[in-house]
């Protein structure tokens, strides 16, 4: 398969075998607009992972609706707004030596995360055809974007949004259609 950077390379997308069992990934539905299998939100969690370089996580992923995700975020952001997802951080490890940040490296490279992402599958269901993709694409963005700020990603600037956009479309093609469609 090709990679997300073009110019001739080829990356192998790792196999369901190959994905590190070091992840711990679990799944709660709290909503009823949109059905997503927990074993492909625990896949594209896990593949998000290993592409950043996780050396070990624990991670919550919890699909709500627009009124809770609502409630959440003016609860823990004081934004009185609904949202696609809200990540939260509970503890970060660095990463051991040798596995440091540097130009190139992913953040996440090393890291020991646990935290917990909050999605609004309502808000997938209805953001997605705006964009021209399925429900499961639009929440699968959501997923990987909440990894992406558990491993130390940020989209307050411009330069921190670009390297994000970055990274969210790495992920996206890595996981290929078959882990997104319905």
């Known amino acids: 398969m090709t990679g997300a950077g073009g110019g ?4 192998r997308r790792p ?21 997503v299998p927990a074993g ?10 290993a592409a950043e370089q996780v050396a070990a996580a624990t991670i919550s992923v919890a699909l709500v ?5 609502h409630c959440l975020n003016r609860r823990h952001l004081n934004h009185d707004y609904e949202t696609d997802v809200l ?3 509970f503890e970060s490890e660095p990463g051991t030596p040798g596995t440091a940040e540097g130009p190139g490296q992913p953040r996440g490279a ?16 209805q953001a997605a055809p705006r964009f021209g993709w399925s429900p499961a694409e639009e929440f699968a963005l959501y997923l ?12 307050t600037t411009d330069a921190e949004r670009r390297l994000m956009k970055q990274r ?15």
């Open 8 to 11: 001739g390379s080829t990356r």
């Open 168 to 182: 969210e479309r790495a992920i996206l093609n890595l996981l290929g259609r078959n882990l997104l469609g319905d």
């Open 40 to 49: 492909r939100i625990r896949r594209i969690a896990r593949l998000a992972l």
């Open 65 to 69: 609706d627009n009124r809770a995700i």
């Open 87 to 89: 990540s939260f951080l």
């Open 144 to 155: 990987v974007h909440g990894l992406l700020h558990l491993c130390a990603y940020d989209d």
């Open 110 to 125: 090393g890291r020991r995360i646990d935290g917990e992402i909050v999605i609004s599958a309502e808000m997938a269901l």
């Open 15 to 35: 196999s369901r075998r190959t994905l590190p069992a070091r992840y711990a990934i679990g799944v709660r539905n709290e909503q009823t607009h949109l059905s």
